[in-house]
């Protein structure tokens, strides 16, 4: 009797240490991060809850889709511990730090309809249109690099945000954007997820630029008013684990596995 006792009384003990965590991910952003039936997956998803396995028994972590500007808001006022995956962009987010040690890097690519020499327009000293070029992006993305930022002080460019990379690709099919901003891979895979759907053909549509290359990251609150005092135990062993992870075979056949086959 006191041996079940005892067993009971460990196990209770053992139930409440497990500290569970909840990072808000982009809901909207395949194959790195979406909702699908309204649970979270993608690529960094993968990558971060197979660390997490690490973790345990002291961590349990959950993941939760989110429009990327209500994830930011929700960063920003303290009330989410940690987001998935954003660039570092220390000076304009100066709510989320630390960042977690990088995930996967990103190439930012410049898509334009075949008529928009976008380089050219930057380059120029005097206007070469009538009118500014207008670049699509993702609601809430940071993805002007400078020469994008200056252009945009002068009016070269204007930036239209809009919900989703399927939704910038649309408006850039049918003329409504010039060129449209986004991860390469990401875009190519709606591409194809989007042809497979409709009829539609994507050959006047071409790389213009490089853009920048980033790397995706987890991102934590700093946000004063934050209650989470776990978090510096916690980025100590997601970092560790992550960094154990991404040194094994498990880590690219993740990465493989939400290869677009063409």
Known sequence: MLMVLYSFFVAKVFAVTIQEVTILVDDSYPPYSFSENGKARGIYIDIVKEAAKLLAPQYKVNFIPYPWKRALHEIKNGTAFAILPPYQHIKERPYIWPYSVQIMKEEVIAFCNKDINLLVHLNAKTAQRKHPIIIGVNAGYLLLNEKLKQAEKENKIVIAENKSTQANIMKLYVNRLDCYLNDKYSTYNAMSIMKKKTTISFNNIKEALLVMTQTGH??????STHTFL??????LRM???????KSSDTYQKIINSYTVKN
Request: charged share 35%; glycine share 6%; aromatic share 16%.
């Open 239 to 245: 970092d560790e684990a992550l960094s154990r992870l």
């Open 230 to 235: 776990f978090k510096d135990d916690f980025i």
């Open 218 to 223: 987890i991102g934590y609150t700093d946000a």
